[in-house]
């Protein structure tokens, strides 16, 4: 083990959904802030081999990286943070490394030894934690272990993380967020779950250093005590983590609580002063989301809405975020309703209440349903010159309402949806049509980060203030290049193309013809930053202010 790098396992205890990600990322942010390079990794407990074949609506948004690894959403949360890049060697699951260890047994690589659960899945994980580490230079690695102490799933995980530990006491740590209930009609908030929650991590042989307490209100000090007392865990090691408005805040809140300080102490490493411009750029960042006076109502229209608004809002989180950093920068308050757009299939009179809205988004999609009531809602937004801004499927849908209605193409359509059609103007890629034929959906979209050149004096370009710029993708289809020629002589332009011309990556109409009416064929909430918001989100929310 590099003896330099310090490696902090964060886990869970008592319930999941407490926010161990944000806490994680926070944890990190703080310590980068006292001059340590840190790095993140997220262990994600199921089977799947990555997150690309999950459904966002069970599991939240698929976070894309710029190798094209497609993740969990807190990968997004920590490269927000920490403004970092992180790549697939930052993210496993189960089925990531059973996969590695099966591929290596059949190469021989285990030397005809009997290949077991333990120790060779934990060595397998433990070889990705420490290279991980090494690649990123870092001082400390944050480990978040998805799941709860006591659950099946991650054992092999908190094995692996017991094993590092043992090899080497004065590098792993570990901090356990819990959660302290308070039951409505006891009125008293409890600590017993916190108590089973950091036995049950004993029992995978692993001491918590540190408890995050998540709660409605600040702990008191009795609550600290008997933690303490409870858990093993000295009392100003017991971290009070209530309920805030902002995610934005909790790195702000934990040095409240001299939190930096107190894992330096245990870490044993000498760290620097923290850094005040950086800190207070961030203080400066968290206020905004208290502060916005005047509001810019964004409608989001998508067809995720089944399932409650908890979910919802995890199914589209970079782009939330994306549409947040833009906002506070022009020190505004984004309100964003959710929109089923199968309601405007239903009921087409609903689209007239559009109009209350200052931009509209169609964010990234899949399959067949609701569409149609995404392209009433673009030909609304482009017809009432509404600020729209189309996110992947967005664009294509620009595309295909742009030839029905302005072409006259009336069956305009993307394979995905209606393969029969006459003009099939959004389709699939020669690349992608073997992978269809075998079903190898796993990892063999268009992924990751990819170069465009922007055409000059466009909207796209203006906003980025640039020519070249890299985007990151997720999508098997693509504008059908026999349609290019007539859908730019009738107005839309294709700004943003791959260097080789062939693919068409943002589509746009000029200011002249509409306040903002652009689409990206990529993803661009997966680069926008606290302090660093996207340049096209930028614009979206500036012509969203115009229209008020
Ligand atoms: N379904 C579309 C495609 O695969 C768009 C994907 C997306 O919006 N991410 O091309």
Same mark, same amino acid.
């Given at each position: 083990?590099?003896?330099?790098?310090? &490696?902090?396992?964060?886990?869970?205890?008592?319930?999941?959904?407490?926010?161990?990600?944000?806490?994680?990322?926070?944890?990190?942010?703080?310590?980068?802030?006292?001059?340590?390079?840190?790095?993140?990794?997220?262990?994600?407990?199921?089977?799947?081999?990555?997150?690309?074949? *999950?459904?966002?609506?069970?599991?939240?948004?698929? !976070?894309?990286?710029?190798?094209?690894?497609?993740?969990? %959403?807190? *990968?997004?949360?920590?490269?927000?943070?920490?403004?970092?890049?992180?790549?697939?060697?930052?993210?496993?699951?189960?089925?990531?490394? &059973?996969?590695?260890?099966?591929?290596?047994?059949?190469?021989?690589?285990?030397?005809?030894?009997?290949?077991?659960?333990?120790?060779?899945?934990?060595?397998?994980?433990?070889?990705?934690?420490?290279?991980?580490?090494?690649?990123?230079?870092?001082?400390?690695?944050?480990?978040?272990?998805?799941?709860?102490?006591?659950?099946?799933?991650?054992?092999?995980?908190?094995?692996?993380?017991?094993?590092?530990?043992?090899?080497? =006491?004065?590098?792993?740590?570990?901090?356990?967020?819990?959660?302290?209930?308070?039951?409505?009609?006891?009125?008293?908030?409890?600590?017993?779950?916190?108590?089973?929650?950091?036995?049950?991590?004993?029992?995978?042989?692993? %001491?918590?250093?540190?408890?995050?307490?998540?709660?409605?209100?600040?702990?008191?000090?009795?609550?600290?005590?008997?933690?303490? *007392?409870?858990?093993?865990?000295?009392?100003?090691?017991?971290?009070?983590?209530?309920?805030?408005?902002?995610?934005?805040?909790?790195?702000?809140?934990?040095?409240?609580?001299?939190?930096?300080?107190?894992?330096?102490?245990?870490?044993?490493?000498?760290?620097?002063?923290?850094?005040?411009?950086?800190?207070?750029?961030?203080?400066?960042?968290?206020?905004?989301?208290?502060?916005?006076?005047?509001?810019?109502?964004?409608?989001?229209? $998508?067809?995720?809405?089944?399932?409650?608004?908890?979910?919802?809002?995890?199914?589209?989180?970079?782009?939330?975020?994306?549409?947040? &950093?833009?906002?506070?920068?022009?020190?505004?308050?984004?309100? @964003?309703?959710?929109?089923?757009?199968?309601?405007?299939?239903?009921?087409?009179?609903?689209?007239?209440?559009?109009?209350?809205?200052?931009?509209?988004?169609? =964010?990234? $999609? !899949?399959?067949?349903?609701?569409?149609?009531?995404?392209?009433?809602?673009?030909?609304?937004?482009?017809?009432?010159?509404? =600020?729209? !801004?189309?996110?992947?499927?967005? *664009? %294509?849908?620009?595309?295909?309402? &742009?030839?029905?209605?302005?072409?006259?193409?009336?069956?305009?359509?993307?394979?995905?949806?209606? =393969?029969?059609?006459?003009?099939?103007?959004?389709?699939?890629?020669?690349?992608?049509?073997?992978?269809?034929?075998?079903?190898?959906?796993?990892?063999?979209?268009?992924?990751?980060?990819?170069?465009?050149?922007?055409?000059?004096?466009?909207?796209?370009?203006?906003?980025?203030?640039?020519?070249?710029?890299?985007?990151?993708?997720?999508?098997?289809?693509?504008?059908?290049?026999?349609?290019?020629?007539?859908?730019?002589?009738?107005?839309?332009?294709?700004?943003?193309?791959?260097?080789? $011309?062939?693919?068409?990556?943002?589509?746009?109409?000029?200011?002249?013809?509409?306040?903002?009416?652009?689409?990206? %064929?990529?993803?661009?909430? !997966?680069?926008?930053?606290?302090?660093?918001?996207?340049?096209?989100?930028?614009?979206? @929310?500036?012509?969203?202010?115009?229209?008020?």
């Amino acid at each position: 083990m590099n003896k330099e790098t310090k &490696y902090i396992f964060v886990v869970g205890g008592v319930i999941s959904g407490v926010g161990k990600g944000i806490t994680a990322s926070s944890l990190g942010l703080i310590l980068k802030n006292r001059g340590l390079a840190v790095t993140a990794m997220k262990i994600d407990p199921y089977i799947n081999v990555d997150a690309g074949t *999950m459904n966002p609506v069970e599991h939240g948004e698929v !976070f894309v990286l710029s190798d094209g690894d497609e993740t969990d %959403q807190d *990968m997004g949360n920590y490269e927000r943070f920490l403004d970092l890049n992180l790549t697939k060697g930052n993210y496993m699951t189960t089925g990531r490394v &059973y996969k590695t260890v099966i591929e290596k047994e059949r190469n021989l690589e285990y030397k005809g030894k009997c290949v077991q659960v333990v120790p060779d899945i934990p060595l397998e994980v433990i070889d990705r934690i420490k290279k991980a580490g090494a690649v990123a230079k870092a001082d400390v690695v944050i480990i978040e272990v998805g799941g709860t102490a006591g659950e099946y799933e991650n054992i092999l995980f908190l094995e692996a993380a017991r094993m590092m530990k043992t090899e080497s =006491p004065k590098d792993v740590f570990f901090i356990m967020v819990s959660y302290l209930p308070t039951p409505s009609k006891i009125g008293e908030m409890k600590t017993k779950p916190t108590q089973h929650a950091a036995r049950l991590l004993n029992n995978s042989g692993v %001491q918590a250093d540190f408890i995050i307490a998540r709660s409605d209100v600040r702990l008191d000090e009795k609550r600290k005590e008997k933690i303490s *007392m409870f858990c093993s865990v000295p009392p100003d090691r017991v971290i009070s983590a209530p309920d805030v408005d902002s995610i934005y805040d909790i790195p702000l809140n934990f040095e409240k609580e001299k939190l930096s300080d107190k894992l330096c102490e245990l870490m044993g490493v000498v760290c620097k002063k923290p850094d005040t411009k950086a800190w207070n750029a961030w203080k400066n960042f968290a206020k905004h989301a208290h502060n916005g006076k005047e509001t810019v109502k964004i409608a989001m229209i $998508g067809k995720y809405f089944e399932t409650g608004d908890f979910i919802l809002s995890d199914s589209y989180l970079s782009v939330i975020e994306a549409i947040k &950093y833009s906002s506070y920068s022009q020190n505004k308050k984004p309100i @964003i309703s959710w929109l089923n757009s199968v309601d405007f299939e239903k009921n087409p009179a609903k689209l007239k209440d559009l109009k209350k809205y200052d931009g509209i988004i169609v =964010p990234g $999609g !899949f399959g067949s349903r609701g569409v149609e009531g995404k392209l009433r809602a673009v030909e609304f937004a482009r017809k009432n010159k509404i =600020p729209y !801004f189309g996110l992947c499927y967005g *664009m %294509q849908m620009m595309v295909i309402e &742009y030839a029905r209605n302005v072409l006259g193409l009336k069956d305009a359509n993307t394979r995905e949806v209606n =393969p029969h059609s006459k003009n099939i103007v959004i389709d699939v890629m020669e690349s992608q049509k073997e992978i269809l034929k075998n079903n190898s959906y796993g990892g063999s979209m268009r992924l990751g980060e990819y170069k465009a050149i922007l055409r000059s004096g466009t909207v796209a370009e203006k906003s980025y203030g640039k020519k070249q710029i890299v985007e990151r993708h997720r999508h098997r289809y693509e504008v059908n290049p026999s349609f290019i020629g007539d859908l730019e002589a009738a107005g839309l332009i294709f700004s943003g193309r791959s260097p080789d $011309g062939h693919l068409m990556e943002i589509a746009e109409l000029p200011k002249s013809k509409h306040p903002f009416f652009l689409g990206t %064929q990529f993803h661009p909430e !997966f680069l926008a930053h606290p302090l660093n918001p996207h340049p096209l989100f930028t614009a979206f @929310i500036k012509a969203c202010a115009a229209k008020k």
